[in-house]
Structure formats: structure tokens, C-alpha cells
């Protein structure tokens, strides 16, 4: 699998509902960042959790990260259809470019009203 | 706004035209960034300046050609495209490098670039 790689691919709740996103990366990282795309527009960041940290919170946003496993997770709560976009994991490699994010496919995800 | 600003947002050219997508951040960052969206496909990273140098250029065609005048404008020439160059052009900045710096990108709205 890539870095950075997120499951699933595509997500379908109701409005209020919490949603769960979770990504897989392959190398040591400084940071994990994850960002948020409305259809045809460009990515906006949501929130970075450092590597020796293991969960971080900003509003309705979650994250957790484990180290041990290359493993991220992102949770939303009391989802709103306002929430309906693809969201992506990017990590940095700790031993190659600082200049360098590498993204997954995303997770589309789509909040029913 | 992110204060990433992209022209035009759309471009539709022949293979044979020669066409420039634009960006301008007024964040006052040193770092620039050209990425590539094509469908069901993670996003490319094509080129990063720093500070006007160029520090990543990550194997892509000759066809494609960055300029960066000074640290609020970046530029992507384009010629000879090819259809599968069809894509959203994503431009970003970043204060400075990502990794060790626990910096973030701020990215454009892009430009939807249709090859014919």
C-alpha cells in the first residue's frame, strides 16, 4: 500500500452521526497532518499531530496516532452536511525531504441531512 | 481564502498551445508548491521552491516548466500537453519545510486543466 493511505474509500452516514477515518503509512514520520477537499477545490488543513503525541482534538475533529502500528485515525462527530468532502492523510518522511507530503486517496465522505 | 490565489480556475488547450498557470500567496511564506490531482489518484507532488530555489523536482516531464521570479509568485509553463495531463493543478505555500518544522500547506483553489 501507498503512505499515507486511507480507508475507506468512501463513507455514508446521516446527519449526526460520527464518522470514523483511518490511514496507514509505510515510513518514520516528524508529523501526520490531515486536510479536508470540497469537490474541485483546493485542500484546506484540518489539524497535525506530531509524532510523540497520541491524540489531539480541535472542535468536532479527533486524531489519534500510533506510532507502533503506522496508523492514524481521524473521528468527526455530530456529523453535518456541511462535513460532506474528501478527507486526506499526509505524512512527512522523518529520514527523507523536509519539503515533501505524501498524500492517500482520500476518503470521500458524504453526510446525508 | 487560504491567501493562496490561482489563475485561471479553468483551461481548456490543444496539445499543440502553449499556456502559464499563475499563483500568488501574500502569506509571506518562503516555500511554494506545484501538485498535480488527476482522479482516483493520490496527489503529486511536481515542484518546490524555497526561498526562489528550486529544491524538489520530482521526475516530471520536460513539458512542464516552473518559474518562481520571487517568493510570492509561482508560475507552471505549459506545452505540447498531453491528454493525460488532464488534471486539477494545485498550487501551495508553506512559512517554511514541513517535516521538522511541523509546518502546514495552504493551497490554492486550483486550476481544472482539460487537454483536447
Known amino acids: 500500500s501507498q503512505q499515507g493511505e486511507e480507508d475507506p474509500q468512501a463513507l455514508s452516514i446521516q446527519e449526526g452521526e460520527n464518522a470514523t477515518m483511518n490511514c496507514s503509512y509505510k515510513?518514520?514520520?516528524?508529523?501526520l497532518q490531515w486536510y479536508r477537499q470540497n469537490s474541485g477545490r483546493g485542500l484546506v488543513h484540518l489539524i497535525l499531530?506530531?509524532?510523540?503525541?497520541r491524540e489531539k482534538h480541535s472542535g468536532r475533529l479527533r486524531v489519534t496516532l500510533d506510532t507502533s502500528k503506522k496508523s492514524s485515525s481521524l473521528l468527526i462527530t455530530a456529523s453535518r452536511a456541511a462535513d460532506t468532502a474528501s478527507y486526506f492523510c499526509a505524512t512527512d518522511d522523518s529520514g527523507g525531504s523536509n519539503y515533501k507530503l505524501t498524500f492517500g486517496k482520500g476518503t470521500l465522505l458524504t453526510v446525508n441531512p | 481564502e487560504t491567501g493562496v490565489t490561482q489563475t485561471p480556475r479553468h483551461l481548456v488547450m490543444g496539445m499543440t498551445n502553449k499556456k502559464s498557470l499563475k499563483c500568488e500567496q501574500h502569506l509571506g511564506h518562503n516555500a511554494m508548491y506545484w501538485y498535480k490531482q488527476s482522479a482516483k489518484k493520490p496527489l503529486e507532488l511536481m515542484f518546490v521552491y524555497s526561498l526562489e530555489e528550486r529544491v524538489e523536482n520530482n521526475s516530471v516531464p520536460s513539458r512542464f516548466s516552473p518559474e518562481c521570479p520571487n517568493s510570492s509568485h509561482l508560475f507552471l509553463h505549459l506545452h505540447t500537453l498531453q491528454p493525460e495531463d488532464s488534471a486539477l493543478y494545485l498550487c501551495?505555500?508553506?512559512?517554511?519545510?514541513?517535516?521538522?518544522?511541523?509546518?502546514?500547506?495552504?493551497f490554492g483553489s486550483g486550476t481544472q486543466l482539460s487537454v483536447l
Open positions: 501551495a505555500s508553506s512559512q517554511d519545510g514541513l517535516g521538522t518544522s511541523n509546518e502546514k500547506l495552504f
Open positions: 499531530i506530531r509524532s510523540n503525541e
Open positions: 515510513t518514520s514520520i516528524n508529523n
